[in-house]
């Protein structure tokens, strides 16, 4: 095979003496990519990359990171832009469509979200199945996958109008499907949804009012919630973002798709880091037991970690924390809550990035450090943290599995293995075993 021009690397098997020309594809910005699409059949060769640490799986327009920088785009807007002047509704609409809404783009979508939050009753009965003690990210994963019991006029996934439907369903309904797993675990009644509030507004109402009196929204609480949402809202293709890929690709509805996508979400190592670092800061407790905390870190035969500590694509500070950073100084103070585990985790981190183990391998807070403070301050349960977290990111699963359905040629995802186990042998009758 030639190319024309140099934008190509040669690979060359020793074993056989055949070489191939493989194409690099640049994008709008970031890494080039080497395309090997035809190497098996050419070479009959696959790679091997454990982890996905240098593989590129699809091609995207909806996020960029430049993990160098520390920068994140939605849709080419830079998060801190956002952040400062947009709103998670209107983040929703950009990722959904590629485009900012116009004025009535945008009233028509919120109109459209405000009147699709109600769930189905009968979805509303599948919660009382449900131990009490039950962690709510487990409920998570069941309601939105029950979804599909209940919404089957939106599952046909060849139509894009079904598929607009089962994405404003999502995004729309999440935040009372999260509520309510949080008040049953209470054995608290169920609030319905309120037209007349915002998105976030809601989603507080649902979760802290009581029908025998009225509920006023703190608008510091709803404005941070909001931005919460915002911050979460993609990240490109992540373990979750990966798995509603991998799980759409055989065509699976995109209830069931995206049920799969919040179980990953709720590893320690991904979404459920939110959580755990709001433990490590409580078993911490005080400034002075920081030094031993990191000799732990450290310690490689101490399966202890920082949490919030580390990222595969920031080598820099992820912006996401900084505005995190920003937003948990400016609400504790805003709402004068004192929380001692922020002075720990501000120590925590100046400690840990002048240390040599932590600076040599690039290790940053990600988005997940001090969101729970922000969180624990809004009156939010730890864990419900992994949910709040899903509610955010949900709408860029159904963007990512949506461009995923939308590609020119959709082929089911099929990762190859470097076979390591036995070679062919036969089969030993038990009575001559060893
Ligand atoms: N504490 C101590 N050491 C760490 C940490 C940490 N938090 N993170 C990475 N390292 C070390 C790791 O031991 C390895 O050291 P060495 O080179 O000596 O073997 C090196 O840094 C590279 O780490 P890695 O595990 O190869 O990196 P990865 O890209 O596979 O993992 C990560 C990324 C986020 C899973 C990891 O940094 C981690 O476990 N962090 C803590 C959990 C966390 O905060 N997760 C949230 C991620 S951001 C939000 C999200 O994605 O949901």
């Known amino acids: 095979m030639s190319i024309q021009g140099k934008d190509y690397v040669t690979i060359t098997d020793h074993s056989t003496g055949q070489s191939m020309d493989l194409p690099i594809l640049r994008g709008t910005d970031g890494v080039p990519v080497i395309d090997i699409n ?13 982890g996905f640490v240098s593989t590129a799986a699809c091609e995207s327009k909806i996020t960029f990171i430049d993990g160098e920088e520390g920068r994140l ?39 459209l979200i405000t009147h699709h939050t109600l769930l189905h009753e009968g979805l509303r009965e ?35 109008n079904s598929r607009e439907v089962s994405a404003h369903r999502l995004i ?14 209470k054995g608290e009644p169920f609030p319905y949804p309120r037209n007349e509030l915002g ?58 798709c995206i049920s799969a996508s919040v ?3 709720w590893g320690p190592a991904h979404g459920g880091a939110n959580e755990a670092v709001i433990k490590m800061l409580a078993d911490i407790g005080s400034t002075k037991n920081i030094a031993k905390a990191l000799e732990r870190a450290k310690d490689k035969d101490d399966p202890f970690r920082l949490m919030g500590f580390g990222h595969r694509v920031y080598k820099n500070y992820d912006p996401r924390a900084k505005l995190m950073r920003n937003m948990c100084q400016q609400v504790l103070e805003d709402l004068q809550v004192d929380d001692p585990l922020l002075e720990v985790a501000e120590a ?32 939010i349960p730890t864990n419900m943290f992994t949910v709040i977290f899903t509610m955010g990111r949900s709408v860029g699963w159904i963007s990512q599995w949506n461009e995923m359905i939308n590609a ?27």
């Open 348 to 379: 925590l981190e100046e400690a840990a990035l002048q240390d040599e183990y932590f600076a040599s391998r690039r290790l940053f807070p990600n988005v997940d450090f001090y969101s729970g403070i922000v969180l624990r301050a809004l009156g």
């Open 263 to 265: 179980g990953t979400l």
């Open 199 to 256: 998105y976030a507004s809601n989603f507080l109402h649902m979760m802290f009012s009581y029908p025998t009196e009225p509920y006023a929204i703190n608008s510091i609480a709803a404005k941070a919630m909001d931005l919460l949402f915002l911050l979460h809202a993609d990240h490109g293709q992540n373990a979750s973002a990966s798995t509603i890929r991998l799980a759409g690709s055989s065509k699976a509805n995109p209830f069931a």
């Open 172 to 185: 729309a309904k999440i935040p009372t499907i999260a509520a309510w797993a949080y008040r049953y675990s």
């Open 73 to 111: 785009l939605f849709r080419g807007y830079p998060i801190e832009e956002l952040a400062e002047h947009s709103s998670f509704l209107e983040v929703c609409y950009l990722l959904l469509y590629g485009e900012l809404p116009t004025e009535g783009e945008y009233d028509k979508f919120r109109d």
């Open 408 to 434: 020119e040629r959709v082929r089911i995802g099929r990762p190859s293995q470097l076979y390591t186990g036995p070679a062919q042998r036969a089969y030993v009758p038990i009575e001559q075993r060893k």
């Open 38 to 50: 035809q190497l098996r059949k050419k070479m009959n060769l696959y790679t091997f990359d454990p």
């Open 126 to 160: 599948f919660y009382k199945g449900f131990r009490r003690d039950a962690h709510p990210m487990a409920i998570m994963v069941g309601i939105l996958g029950a979804m599909s019991a209940f919404y089957h006029d939106s599952l046909d996934i060849s139509d894009p």
